[in-house]
């Protein structure tokens, strides 16, 4: 079993930053990718960024690319989501999610955290 915590969610304007942390516990951190997916209201559950167990390759989707960077500190089992010019439209609560594969399929993910809220006022 394994116990994902995300944090650092809350209310900033738009062309601000925020950053997330996704806390994990439960089995070998380093064994496995992680994600970060979000989902507005209203819309389904969308990948954002993705990292390798090494953190040595990411995934962006086109909509973050060169705003938000994913990476990973092994020794403190923590995936961080740094967004930077935040858009009104990043407005969703975002997921932390771990696989064994390096993938952005949603369907491919073993476990989840419970997500924290980003809300991107204009």
């Known amino acids: 079993q394994v116990h994902l915590v995300e944090t650092g969610g809350g209310l900033v304007q738009a062309g601000g930053s925020l950053r997330l942390s996704c806390a994990a516990s439960?089995?070998?951190?380093?064994?496995?990718?992680m994600d970060w997916f979000r989902q507005a209201p209203g819309k389904e559950r969308e990948f954002v960024a993705a990292?390798?167990?090494?953190?040595?390759?990411?995934y962006y989707a086109d909509s973050v690319k060169g705003r938000f960077t994913i990476s990973r500190d092994n020794a403190k089992n923590t995936v961080y989501l740094q967004m930077n010019s935040l858009e009104p439209e990043d407005t969703a609560v975002y997921y932390c999610?771990?696989?064994?594969?390096?993938?952005?399929?949603?369907?491919?993910?073993?476990?989840w955290g419970k997500g924290t809220l980003v809300t991107v006022s204009s």
């Open positions: 990292i390798n167990w090494s953190g040595s390759n990411t």
């Open positions: 439960g089995r070998t951190f380093m064994s496995y990718a």
């Open positions: 999610a771990t696989s064994y594969s390096f993938t952005r399929d949603v369907y491919a993910m073993d476990y």
